[in-house]
Protein backbone atom coordinates (compact mmCIF):
# COMPACT_ATOMS: atom_id res chain seq x y z
CA UNK A 1 0.00 0.00 0.00
CA UNK A 2 3.35 2.39 0.97
CA UNK A 3 4.66 1.33 -2.43
CA UNK A 4 0.66 2.46 -4.42
CA UNK A 5 0.99 5.57 -2.76
CA UNK A 6 4.33 6.67 -3.46
CA UNK A 7 4.11 5.77 -6.92
CA UNK A 8 1.17 7.49 -7.30
CA UNK A 9 2.23 10.82 -5.31
CA UNK A 10 5.53 10.52 -7.79
CA UNK A 11 2.73 10.23 -10.78
CA UNK A 12 0.75 13.39 -9.81
CA UNK A 13 4.09 15.31 -9.24
CA UNK A 14 5.30 14.33 -12.91
CA UNK A 15 1.78 14.82 -14.39
CA UNK A 16 1.63 18.52 -12.47
CA UNK A 17 5.50 19.23 -14.41
CA UNK A 18 3.77 17.95 -17.74
CA UNK A 19 0.64 20.45 -17.28
CA UNK A 20 3.39 22.87 -16.63
CA UNK A 21 4.90 22.42 -19.63
CA UNK A 22 2.09 22.87 -21.52
CA UNK A 23 1.13 25.93 -20.15
CA UNK A 24 4.56 27.12 -20.99
CA UNK A 25 3.88 26.33 -24.71
CA UNK A 26 1.05 28.12 -24.84
CA UNK A 27 2.30 30.97 -23.28
CA UNK A 28 5.47 31.12 -24.50
CA UNK A 29 5.22 29.35 -27.64
CA UNK A 30 5.00 32.77 -30.19
CA UNK A 31 7.33 34.69 -27.85
CA UNK A 32 10.09 31.74 -28.21
CA UNK A 33 9.67 32.04 -31.77
CA UNK A 34 10.16 35.57 -31.80
CA UNK A 35 13.21 35.80 -30.15
CA UNK A 36 14.53 32.62 -31.93
CA UNK A 37 14.14 34.54 -35.17
CA UNK A 38 15.73 37.63 -33.52
CA UNK A 39 18.81 36.30 -32.32
CA UNK A 40 19.39 35.19 -35.90
CA UNK A 41 18.17 31.53 -36.12
CA UNK A 42 17.37 30.87 -39.71
CA UNK A 43 13.71 31.24 -40.76
CA UNK A 44 13.42 27.87 -42.58
CA UNK A 45 14.96 26.72 -39.11
CA UNK A 46 12.92 28.82 -36.51
CA UNK A 47 10.48 26.37 -35.80
CA UNK A 48 12.57 23.28 -35.37
CA UNK A 49 14.74 24.92 -33.07
CA UNK A 50 11.31 26.07 -30.88
CA UNK A 51 10.57 22.91 -30.81
CA UNK A 52 13.82 21.48 -29.81
CA UNK A 53 13.37 24.02 -26.78
CA UNK A 54 10.16 22.74 -25.25
CA UNK A 55 11.17 19.11 -25.81
CA UNK A 56 14.68 19.42 -24.14
CA UNK A 57 11.98 21.94 -20.98
CA UNK A 58 9.72 18.74 -21.35
CA UNK A 59 12.71 16.17 -20.82
CA UNK A 60 14.57 18.06 -17.94
CA UNK A 61 10.96 19.31 -16.38
CA UNK A 62 11.68 17.46 -13.11
CA UNK A 63 14.56 19.64 -12.92
CA UNK A 64 13.26 23.01 -12.93
CA UNK A 65 10.88 24.71 -10.40
CA UNK A 66 7.75 25.54 -11.34
CA UNK A 67 4.15 26.20 -9.23
CA UNK A 68 2.21 22.89 -8.32
Known amino acids: MALEVGTRARSNIRDS ?3 WV ?3 Y ?3 FRYTRALAYRLGVPADDVDD ?10 RRRDEFRHPR
Open 49 to 58: VVQEIFLVLH
Open 22 to 24: ADA
Open 17 to 19: ASE
Open 26 to 28: RRY
